[in-house]
């Protein structure tokens, strides 16, 4: 037979068993967490009509998308999770109610360049709250908890969440006279880390901006503004009373640092960065970033923020909205890469493999049914393999037990049970497998599927 | 500005948030219990080479099949998953130890006509266990309790698991030298719920097939086999020694029905069904289907049986395997469509909300944290709408609990907490609210997604 070479497409992330254990796990404490703040699961078709997923306009966007005719019918799949969400607003508006709180988990591709760590289909672990004309701003006050309970709760301890405000920024260019200008300088000031404020200042003063020295000066001198959450308030407060996007900003920025602690926000986990703006169009208020501090390289982790009209391409309803989301494909890829991944996890198919070791399975089956009856996972291996390779594929699997019944067991009502990390074994009832078992499943029950290198305590 | 009608492609599931919440959960009892029995969780690449999903050849399912190019690459998003496990397989060979156990539910497409209840992006949840050469025989006898277990957890209550053995019906076949006629043949008896014996025995011996009357006798004869599986097994014992295959199908029939019961299936929802074929060329042992008992005309919700060779389009290695498919959005439908969804779910995206009553929201902000800390789906609602709004609100998501917090409660460091199905309301500890929410999630923590109609008693 011509034999087809199987092969599984560059930029398509195909994970073997433990790792995707491990991913899984992320995205179930990704649900749980998000659930745990009143979001709702949401699904939408990874195909969409083109024209609804261009209703926005082209750009960049367009020439990465997965485009395509089926029938008479111009398709696409998804780029994100957001142009959904607001068709998906816009559609079942009537159904639903608002604040709308929804979370979703799901693929979304572009047909970027593949490069190592670049993906053209991945995750993304989208949270939003869309409100009905209006939306309160203890809503913005609320991402950074989520943000912080979220990654804690992936295992992840030592990342910061950077937060500013877009009326602030654009308030402050509004006092310099600079509002035409202002996409312009955002995106150079945004180079602040890489390039420094002396590259920066020149840039903002060449040609193609053409800044003034004064204006230059100020605006270096308000994102150098640095020193704990109180400090940096205080010094914008300085700025009051000359625009009024401004001061509404600082009241913003300052009713989402004073929530913090409230929310259950330690202050270390948290800043406020002027220095960040998140694109131009979209944002109107409070933006988010998240970086680990070991790994500034990586850029944000988890990026979002407020918007004033989520689907003014679909509907004349202003629906307002705050939102955050994870790439959580790229996020893997960067853990594992940079060793955050945690082997204490059990990653194995099953908590117990069970071995018959007489004729008549019929006591092995029962004993793998009761198992399973006690919420154990239970492998059942029945294959006619020598002793040694059974015991070589239970090593394989990294199953924590191994549990043996012979013909001395089933004649006791007992089994055997090997603890495969100590090597230890002993012969016991089957209700006291259960019980062995289920206390390793409890020890393990709060493992993290991430654990920072260098942090042996922590579990 | 120029809108964009939002719209969502017809074939294309997108379900409001509370039948999204009991989706998920369909889904999520589904992990659960095909984990049980020690299969581990896979994902795979929805867009696969064109090469490579069509290695098999293509048939119905290439004219159904998404395929488009992206720069030079000739692309196909999977139609089933399947192909993409023998993909999988053939190309991880070498990292998976095997007997390997995966499960996946993801979507697939396929450019059907679109119809009520045909979809065509669905969810498939997929099982299978390949083997490296050989596969043990028990594997097969496995497959009813997981079927059993499984539909057990969703809820549901009448149903049967038929099984069948393909090497029956080929043996058979060949005892009557009918073996070149065999797919012709399975295809016609398929048809025996529909149109009954009379006409299968006319088609059997119409021109097409032209079988004699003594051998469609004989066909009948067999398909028509009915009773207890005892009274079934020892029919087909009547048949034994004349074909070597037919012997051997017998056999593993036989250890099927008697693993039963250890396996922990019930007699009443399992059935040896000599009529079930599945398919042609792919099955070649066990083969299982699922009927509701109370809708036989949605036909198979559960469908699978063994093979003996996975992945022979991409490897000279033999991977035997069995698996089992569940049509899972189509399933949905149905039990939607049916009034087989449980109302009694929570599908609420929080189990409390919470409603300050006085200017500073911190008390308020603190008490959310709290719940959240102790594993509770708090939702924070700071909106500025009248009492009633908010009430009403409360009302349409569904929220088990309201707890509000005025200045009153503040001071005595309590809540005030309203039960929303009776109406009582009362002011107590936050802890003892803690308390009081918990229990209701413990009440409702086993609540089925499915409830069968005139099924009161069933949670």
Chains 1, 2 share one sequence.
Do not use: W
Not at 121 to 142: H, M, P, R, S, W
Not at 194 to 214: S, Y
Request: proline share 4%; glycine share 8%.
């Amino acid at each position: 037979m011509a034999r087809q070479k199987p092969r599984t497409l560059s930029g398509f992330m195909e994970l073997l068993p433990e790792k995707q254990v491990q991913f899984d796990r992320m995205m179930e404490l990704l649900r749980r967490s998000y659930s745990l703040y009143g979001f709702t699961p949401l699904d939408t078709p990874i195909i969409e009509a083109s024209e609804v997923l261009l209703a926005k306009g082209g750009g960049e966007t367009e020439k990465q998308m997965y485009r395509f005719t089926k029938g008479d019918t111009d398709l696409s799949l998804r780029f994100d999770l957001t142009v959904p969400l607001a068709k998906y607003v816009a559609l079942h508006y009537a159904d639903l109610s608002f604040p709308f709180r929804r979370f979703q988990i799901g693929k979304v591709y572009r047909g970027e360049r593949a490069q190592r760590g670049r993906f053209r289909e991945f995750y993304q672990a989208d949270i939003d709250v869309i409100g009905d004309g209006k939306l309160d701003i203890v809503n913005e006050a609320e991402i950074p908890s989520i943000i912080y309970n979220t990654f804690t709760a992936l295992g992840l301890r030592r990342f910061q969440i950077r937060v500013n405000n877009r009326k602030i920024l654009n308030g402050f260019y509004a006092m310099l006279d600079l509002t035409d200008k202002a996409a312009h300088i955002m995106r150079t000031v945004d180079k602040l880390d890489k390039i420094g404020p002396d590259q920066v200042r020149q840039l903002l003063m060449d040609e193609e901006i053409g800044l003034t020295q004064k204006s230059a000066d100020e605006i270096l001198t308000l994102i150098s503004i640095k020193g704990s959450n109180g400090e940096v308030l205080s010094a914008l407060n300085g700025y009051r009373g000359r625009n009024e996007m401004f001061d509404q900003g600082l009241d913003e920025l300052t009713t989402v640092v004073n929530y913090l602690s409230a929310f259950g926000v330690p202050e270390d986990h948290f800043a406020v960065d002027l220095t960040i703006a998140r694109g131009l169009d979209y944002y109107t208020g409070t933006v988010y970033e998240t970086t680990m501090l070991d790994h500034p390289e990586i850029g944000s982790i988890c990026s979002g923020g407020r918007y004033d009209n989520l689907a003014e391409y679909y509907t004349d309803k202003q629906l307002p909205g705050v939102g955050i989301s994870i790439g959580l494909t790229r996020l893997f890829f960067v853990l594992e890469d940079q060793g955050y991944l945690n082997n204490q996890m059990n990653t194995a198919p099953a908590d117990a493999l069970i071995l018959p070791m007489t004729e008549d399975l019929a006591p092995a089956i029962a004993a793998a049914t009761t198992l399973r009856q006690a919420g154990i996972r239970a492998q059942l291996y029945t294959e006619q393999k020598k002793f040694k390779q059974k015991m070589s594929y239970a090593d394989k699997i990294g199953v924590p037990y191994v549990v043996f019944l012979g013909e001395d067991e089933v004649r006791q009502g007992a089994v055997s049970i090997k603890d495969m990390s100590t090597g230890e074994q002993q012969t016991i009832s089957l209700d006291g497998a259960v019980t062995l078992i289920q206390s390793e499943i409890a020890r393990r029950a709060n493992v993290a599927p991430i654990r920072e290198p260098g942090d042996p305590a922590h579990t």
